[in-house]
């Protein structure tokens, strides 16, 4: 099998990093920061450096374009990866910069890599540097730097948010990795069916480094095969295989897409709910840790409007400690479901939350005498327990005008049932039992 690219050297090295772009002009992706007349387009063209933080999901071209930027400055570009490096790299980064700036007034552009693995000391190693103007600093990370990067680093750069390549930028990549001759595929004359194309450009789920890697293993069982060479939709599928779409347990994906399940069932969209669970499913999420959040979901967007969808999500979530996956899963897609379609309520949740506010501003008032419990003579002799009115010897087992909160505390009515489902009879109830208080009063 021949696989030589006419590169020596350079054909060892990984296709994706071979066809790392080299000018602005092969840049692919990333318009809405890097069109005509965007702040950063802008900047670049001009030369103008600035501190930068570069956020966006793995294989969107963090790395590249901080080269590139340094390039169009005609700065120094010096490469940390937070996982290997510490306060001494830094330290030998910055007396390079200080030697170029002193040879011939050359800035320097220091990218740190994964900079939300380096913790808030690493992090504040940098600022004395950035305010003297030894460095210029791009951070990459795929985690929110809103979290992860340190509010005085984070004041000195503009963040600027990358997004995963559409198909159709996936679908450029490879089309120019299959045709370049001089650092990819194109003196392998290998050609791609259009239906595998789109097929690995969907597979590398926005991430182009995943693309070119997919591209460079069906290009070698493509030659492996009878002349021509064709990268087939067998031949696709079979390097696409198995790859989970992104996931970050515990980072912005995970709670962006939570945040899009709870949504969506509230929202009362059965089919985006269960797309949602599934992409969570599918990602690796813990469906333990999905059975909880349908609870939630139940006792605080669902509520008294329908109690059933309480007892139906503790149901799934037993179903599914009982069956384990994939069976039991089934159980909290049929619970995501219901609850989606079911009325919503979150009159209960408010209530509770209003109490909390009142406990937290009120303190520790008295709870009134009537109300306490009363077991000895002692406390019967203090008042305790006088005069309270049993409400099953009261007509309807209500006991009108009678007052329940702390003396000292004014009315509140918390609870406000809304008109869908079950508390429209709740909420209707009320409103007799309030207005026969009111006739007591």
């Not at 020596?8 to 992706?29: F, K, Q, S």
């Not at 290997?84 to 320097?108: F, L, S, W, Y």
């Not at 309270?388 to 702390?406: C, I, N, Q, S």
Request: include cysteine; hydrophobic fraction near 40%; proline fraction near 5%.
């Amino acid at each position: 099998m021949n696989t030589s690219t006419g590169l020596d050297g350079d054909a060892l090295r990984p296709l994706a990093d071979r066809m790392r772009p080299r000018t602005l002009a092969e840049y692919v992706g990333q318009r809405h920061i890097l069109a005509p007349g965007k702040p950063l387009a802008a900047s670049i063209a001009q030369g103008q450096l600035h501190s930068l933080i570069l956020w966006g999901p793995p294989g969107t071209g963090k790395t590249t374009l901080a080269r590139l930027i340094a390039q169009a400055s005609n700065a120094q570009f010096i490469a940390l990866s937070a996982v290997m490096a510490g306060v001494k790299d830094i330290r030998a980064a910055v007396e390079a910069a200080r030697a170029a700036r002193a040879a011939d007034g050359r800035r320097t552009l220091l990218f740190l890599d994964e900079v939300h693995r380096f913790n808030k000391s690493q992090q504040d190693t940098f600022l004395p540097y950035l305010e003297d103007g030894t460095l210029t600093f791009v951070g990459a990370t795929t985690e929110n730097p809103s979290f992860e990067v340190v509010s005085a680093l984070l004041s000195r750069a503009r963040v600027y948010v990358l997004k995963a390549l559409s198909v159709e930028d996936l679908e450029a990549l490879i089309r120019s990795a299959l045709t370049d001759a001089e650092r990819g595929l194109g003196r392998q004359h290998i050609a791609i069916e259009p239906a595998a194309l789109e097929l690995l450009a969907r597979a590398a789920d926005g991430d182009g480094r995943r693309a070119l890697n997919m591209l460079e293993l069906g290009a070698s069982l493509a030659e492996a095969a009878p002349a021509p060479h064709t990268i087939t939709r067998a031949v696709a599928e079979e390097v696409a295989g198995g790859g989970l779409r992104r996931f970050d347990k515990g980072g912005d994906q995970f709670y962006d897409q939570i945040s899009a399940l709870h949504k969506s069932v509230r929202g009362s969209d059965p089919d985006a709910a269960l797309y949602w669970l599934c992409r969570m499913l599918d990602g690796g999420c813990d469906p333990a840790y999905l059975a909880r959040r349908i609870v939630r979901m139940a006792v605080e967007d669902i509520g008294l409007a329908d109690p059933r969808a309480l007892a139906l999500t503790i149901d799934a979530w037993e179903a599914y400690d009982r069956l384990g996956s994939p069976e039991g899963e089934l159980a909290l897609g049929t619970a995501v479901t219901y609850l989606a379609c079911a009325p919503k309520s979150n009159a209960a949740y408010v209530a509770m939350g209003e109490a909390m506010q009142d406990v937290a501003k009120f303190g520790t008032l008295e709870v009134p005498a009537p109300l306490r419990n009363a077991p000895t003579k002692l406390m019967r002799d203090l008042g305790y327990g006088r005069n309270y009115r049993y409400a099953h010897d009261e007509p309807d087992a209500f006991a009108a005008g009678e007052r329940y909160l702390p003396e000292s505390m004014p009315d509140r009515r918390y609870y406000r049932p809304v008109p869908r489902g079950l508390e429209i009879k709740i909420g209707e109830a009320l409103a007799r039992l309030r207005a026969r208080n009111e006739s007591k009063g």
